[in-house]
């Protein structure tokens, strides 16, 4: 049975942090603020997946409070996330992901991105959608005070389960 999953993630911009998205640490002025290492998008898939089993989300897992995830690299909770599948005899079929950023322009890391996303979840890069779009100007994202990211995942589980 294939079930789907939907995830979202956003976090403050803020200057003397690290930008890292996807697992890729990207030069900018700002970095986003957060626990860990506030890898939005590695957060929303991670959240797309654990959806997809109808699991508690990513603060369930790791919650933010726990000083064991201060500045976590974020493949941690993928990995967690890729256990949780096949605790339950799953497999991934496939996660795809938008990033939402006025700033900078992210195309040129999307493949570094997905060789990331596709070790952490033990699956192929190709099973790895990674697209970016700006907001137009409007809005916080607008405004480049956060980056948010959206994610699915479908997940291929074995009946009743
Ligand atoms: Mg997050």
């Given at each position: 049975?294939?079930?789907?999953?939907?995830?979202?993630?956003?976090?403050?911009?803020?200057?003397?942090?690290?930008?890292?998205?996807?697992?890729?640490?990207?030069?900018?002025?700002?970095?986003?603020?957060?626990?860990?290492?506030a890898d939005a998008l590695m957060h929303a898939i991670c959240d797309a997946v654990l959806g997809a089993l109808g699991e508690g989300d990513i603060g369930h897992f790791f919650p933010n409070t726990d000083p064991r995830w201060l500045g976590a690299a974020s493949k941690l909770f993928l990995q967690e996330a890729a256990r949780q599948v096949i605790f339950r005899d799953g497999r991934?079929?496939?996660?795809?992901?938008?990033?939402?950023?006025?700033?900078?322009?992210?195309?040129?890391?999307?493949?570094?991105?997905?060789?990331n996303i596709a070790q952490a979840l033990g699956i192929h890069p190709k099973k790895v959608g990674i697209k970016a779009t700006t907001n137009e100007l409007l809005g916080f994202i607008g405004r480049e005070e956060g980056i948010a990211a959206m994610a699915v995942a479908s997940v291929d589980l074995p009946d009743a389960t």
């Open positions: 049975m294939i079930h789907a999953g939907i995830g979202y993630d956003v976090h403050p911009l803020t200057a003397g942090r690290k930008l890292v998205l996807g697992g890729v640490e990207i030069p900018h002025r700002k970095g986003l603020e957060g626990h860990s290492d991934i079929i496939n996660v795809d992901a938008t990033v939402i950023a006025q700033e900078p322009k992210l195309m040129s890391y999307a493949g570094a991105m997905k060789l």
